[in-house]
């Protein structure tokens, strides 16, 4: 088990290494926003999430996490092919469901949760790496302290096929402020 696989709290806001039990509960949150799917790189709307979960449990550098918000499930988040040895993860594959977005804060809690835990296990860099199009994704990672380091061009096929552009965003341990503002 990596080091990141741990249950992470802060108030309402709760992070457990996805497991069997979140699986229903996470097909229903992700139900909850049949439009956005069409930004992400894979559906987990419908018949499209019993495949994407086969491939994110394929899928072994990756530590899930369920996002449980005042106990209940809302949506998911994970950090991202960990290098131990360069200090560099990424965060991403994160999904909230449209009640808790915005001013209930849970994003900003979740990405505080994992950044803090990240740097307290010797990673020194954090990449999030965003669909151009995705503008509150750029926004929240932004406003956590991340800096756009530059565009990706057409770089990932989605599963619509459309072919995104991928922006690149970095923040750094000596730049982490709490991402309070």
């Known amino acids: 088990m990596s080091a990141l696989e741990t249950v992470l709290v802060d108030g309402d806001v709760r992070l457990e290494p996805l497991a069997a039990h979140h699986i229903e509960l996470l097909r229903a949150a992700c139900a909850r926003d049949p439009d956005i799917w069409e930004i992400y790189p894979v559906s987990m709307l419908g018949e499209h999430f019993d495949r994407a979960m086969e491939d994110f449990h394929a899928t072994t550098n990756w530590v899930r996490f369920a996002v449980l918000h005042r ?20 965060i991403g ?51 956590l302290g991340a800096m756009h380091e530059g565009t990706l061009r057409r770089n990932r096929i989605t599963w619509t096929g459309y072919v995104r552009d991928t922006c690149m965003f970095g923040l750094l341990k000596t730049e982490w402020s709490g991402g309070r503002g």
């Open 71 to 90: 106990g209940v499930l809302v949506g998911m988040s994970c950090y991202i092919a960990p290098d131990e040895s360069n200090h560099v993860v990424e």
């Open 93 to 143: 594959g994160t999904y909230i469901e449209p009640a808790a977005r915005g001013s209930a804060g849970v994003n900003s809690a979740i990405k505080r949760l994992m950044i803090d835990h990240a740097f307290a296990c010797g990673f020194t860099r954090i990449e999030f790496r965003v669909d151009s199009r995705n503008l509150r994704s750029q926004a929240a990672v932004r406003k």
